[in-house]
């Protein structure tokens, strides 16, 4: 039976109450005072992407999905602009005088209208030369967390669960954000250095999509899943192809051309909505 969840930073329980009626839903269960609910309809609605419109307008992402394994045993996470608020080859360019020519480049392989791999070694040519020491000052000073993904990291371990960071972007940033919140392993690539600076080269071969597709089928070998038991969080072209064959994909404050091709869109709610979506209520959060 598909699942009806609502989740906004100021949810109106008025709303609530009359989509619930209006699509003949059964008993709502909220998760989070005024700001999560669900409710079990018969079927999909047919008129769900028109009162998914409405609802973004009142700042309330909608999600319908199956119930039946929601909870899953495994998050895949992209890092920049999903886990943390910045991209960090963009930081660091800012640091090197280039940040509008790759910021500019960034933004537009992160819609997919650049080749990853490519815009990659562009961007990160602009940085040869680099002070290596720019990476600790990046991390100290301009890398700032998305609100609720240490709780997240630690509700769905405390479950069972078995967490993932997989970035296109560098170990330098992963390793740091792994180890703070508390991931389970991380994935990432190498940002070479010689003589105590960026030598402009990526190390090979680059981690893009497929690598972050093959990370998940990888896990799951690993620990006798199937992608169904998955849920992958991105917002860039690059984690399309995780969003896609995970079981439950999310795309979090994503570029629209990537959202477009997820049902599971979150553009209000912060990290625990991914918590939402699996049916914990705030009472069954863990904190670290």
Same mark, same amino acid.
């Given at each position: 039976?598909? *699942? ?18 209006? %699509? ?10 005024? !700001?999560?609910? &669900? ?9 769900? %992407? &028109?009162? %998914? ?5 009142? !700042? $309330? ?8 394994? !929601? /909870?899953?045993?495994?998050? #895949?996470?992209? +890092?920049?602009?999903? +886990?943390?608020?910045? =991209? $960090? ?19 537009? @392989? ?6 990853? =791999?490519?815009?990659?070694? &562009? ?15 990046? %991390?100290?000073?301009? *890398? ?8 997240? *990291?630690?509700? +769905? ?22 180890? /703070? ?12 250095? &010689? ?24 896990? $799951?070998?690993? /620990? ?6 998955? +849920?992958?969080?991105?917002?860039? @072209? ?26 599971? /869109? ?8 991914? #918590? ?13």
């Amino acid at each position: 039976m598909p *699942i009806v969840t609502l989740i906004s930073p100021a949810l109106d329980p008025a709303f609530a109450d009359a989509l619930r009626n209006a %699509w003949g839903g059964g008993d709502a269960q909220w998760l989070s005072p005024d !700001r999560a609910v &669900e409710f079990p309809v018969a079927q999909v609605p047919a008129n769900q %992407w &028109e009162v %998914w419109e409405e609802a973004q307008k009142m !700042r $309330c992402d909608l999600v319908i999905q199956p119930d039946e394994n !929601r /909870r899953k045993s495994v998050l #895949l996470a992209d +890092m920049d602009s999903t +886990m943390i608020g910045q =991209e $960090c080859i963009d930081e660091l360019a800012d640091m090197a005088g280039v940040g509008a020519q790759v910021s500019g480049i960034t933004a537009r @392989a992160m819609n997919g209208e650049l080749d990853f =791999e490519g815009a990659l070694r &562009e961007r990160v040519g602009l940085l040869a030369g680099l002070d290596a020491g720019v990476i600790d000052r990046v %991390w100290k000073d301009r *890398i700032t967390l998305t609100p609720g993904g240490d709780v997240l *990291i630690a509700t +769905m371990k405390a479950n069972g669960g078995y967490t993932a960071l997989v970035s296109g972007g560098f170990t330098a940033f992963t390793s740091r954000v792994a180890a /703070r919140l508390g991931f389970d392993m991380h994935r990432a690539n190498e940002l070479p250095q &010689e003589a105590g600076r960026i030598t402009g080269q990526v190390a090979e071969p680059i981690l893009g999509r497929e690598a972050k597709v093959q990370a998940l089928h990888d896990i $799951c070998a690993a /620990r006798n899943l199937s992608p169904a038991d998955v +849920m992958a969080v991105g917002d860039g @072209a690059n984690d399309l192809g995780m969003l896609q064959l995970a079981g439950a994909g999310v795309a979090l404050h994503a570029k629209p051309s990537v959202a477009a091709q997820v049902d599971r /869109r979150i553009n209000h709610g912060d990290l625990t909505a991914l #918590l939402y979506l699996q049916g914990y209520a705030d009472g069954d959060f863990v904190r670290q």
